[in-house]
């Protein structure tokens, strides 16, 4: 995990985005489109909804924070 693990996420679906993509070139005209699902979560959120739901106790490696990253993106739809 780089820096505290409070930085956000907007995480998607991968079969959401390829179907995006599949409707904007079947139907887009030139238009830029954001693929998102609105719905920001922290990565010690997610750690935590991984290790509760698989029942494993996954070991947290912290790393420093990595230059350049941003510490909140989310689609903002």
């Known amino acids: 995990m780089f820096g505290d693990g409070e930085q956000t996420r907007d995480f998607v679906y991968v079969k959401d985005v390829a179907l995006a993509n599949v409707l904007a ?3 887009g005209t ?3 489109f954001n693929i998102g699902c ?6 010690n959120e997610l ?6 739901l698989t ?3 996954i070991h947290s ?3 420093p924070e ?3 990253d941003p510490f909140g993106l989310e689609s903002g739809l």
Do not use: A, C, P
């Open 30 to 32: 030139n238009e830029i």
């Open 25 to 27: 070139i079947e139907k």
């Open 38 to 43: 609105d719905s920001k979560i922290s990565i």
């Open 47 to 52: 750690y935590q909804m991984i290790t509760s």
């Open 55 to 57: 029942s494993i106790n």
């Open 66 to 68: 990595r230059k350049g």
């Open 61 to 63: 490696l912290s790393m």
